[in-house]
Nanobody
Framework: QVQLVESGGGLVQPGGSLRLSCAASASIFKIIHMGWYRQAPGKQRELVAQITSGGSTNYVDSVKGRFTISRDNAKNTMYLQMNSLKPEDTAVYYC?????????WGQGTQVTVSS
C-alpha cells in the first residue's frame, strides 16, 4: 500500500505560478508510473500530466507548455510546476499512480486561480 500526500496548493492570481508536491510513503514509488489529476467543481476528475518510472512525460493539451511534471525518486516525491495559471485551472489537484488506483486517492490540494 502506498500513501500519497499532496501539498503546495493555494490562491494565486491569473498568470501566477505554483509548485505542487506529492510525497509517497514507500520506496516502490521509484518503479511506478505516476500522474497528476485534477477535479474542478461540477466536473469529472481528469488526468493532467503523467510521468513514467523512467521520466518520460505527457500532458493534456490544455496545460502543455505551462505545466511541468517531474519526480525525485531519491526523495519519493513528484512535483507539478504550474506557470501562467488560468482561472480554468482552478481545481483540487491529486496525485496517484498512472493508471490510477482508487485506494491511493488522497485529500488533494486546492488550487484557486482568481483575481
Amino acid at each position: 500500500q502506498v500513501q500519497l500526500v499532496e501539498s503546495g496548493g493555494g490562491l494565486v492570481q491569473p498568470g501566477g505560478s505554483l509548485r505542487l508536491s506529492c510525497a509517497a510513503s514507500a520506496s516502490i514509488f521509484k518503479i511506478i508510473h505516476m500522474g497528476w489529476y485534477r477535479q474542478a467543481p461540477g466536473k469529472q476528475r481528469e488526468l493532467v500530466a503523467q510521468i513514467t518510472s523512467g521520466g518520460s512525460t505527457n500532458y493534456v493539451d490544455s496545460v502543455k507548455g505551462r505545466f511541468t511534471i517531474s519526480r525525485d525518486n531519491a526523495k519519493n516525491t513528484m512535483y507539478l510546476q504550474m506557470n501562467s495559471l488560468k482561472p480554468e485551472d482552478t481545481a483540487v489537484y491529486y496525485c496517484n499512480k498512472w493508471p490510477a488506483i482508487p485506494a491511493y486517492w488522497g485529500q488533494g490540494t486546492q488550487v484557486t486561480v482568481s483575481s
